[in-house]
């Protein structure tokens, strides 16, 4: 059975950074895609970003340039490191991935099967 727990969110100043972290366990994520996603209060769930099985990456136009993901495949974990962060960021933080590679769905939350429990970040102004 596939688990993800995320670590690493807390409250920071903005422009302030923090790096998540999301460990994978029940199989090798090394061949499927990953995601993280967020969600804030009253809000539906957004994509943040991708990482390819290969390699590549995908962002929204909300976090690009500002965070980058990235995986280690030896330690079954993927980040998500957010830099110059702002308040609008505030949100709880998922990953998330999915038991097939259509890359095609990388910002789709909904084709995604196995998410973790989230990990809230806080930005204040």
């Known amino acids: 059975q596939v688990q993800l727990v995320e670590s690493g969110g807390g409250l920071v100043q903005a422009g302030g950074s923090l790096r998540l972290s999301c460990a994978a366990s029940?199989?090798?994520?090394?061949?499927?895609?990953m995601g993280w996603f967020r969600q804030a209060p009253g809000k539906d769930r957004e994509f943040v970003a991708a990482?390819?099985?290969?390699?590549?990456?995908r962002y929204s136009d909300s976090v690009k340039g500002r965070f980058a993901i990235s995986r280690d495949n030896a330690k079954n974990t993927v980040y998500l490191q957010m830099n110059s962060l702002k308040p609008e960021d505030k949100a709880v933080y998922y990953c998330?991935?999915?038991?097939?590679?259509?890359?095609?769905?990388?910002?789709?939350?909904?084709?995604?099967?196995?998410w973790g429990q989230g990990t809230q970040v806080t930005v204040s102004s």
């Open positions: 998330a991935t999915r038991r097939d590679n259509l890359w095609i769905y990388y910002s789709d939350y909904a084709k995604y099967d196995y």
């Open positions: 990482l390819r099985w290969n390699g590549n990456t």
């Open positions: 029940g199989r090798s994520f090394s061949s499927y895609d």
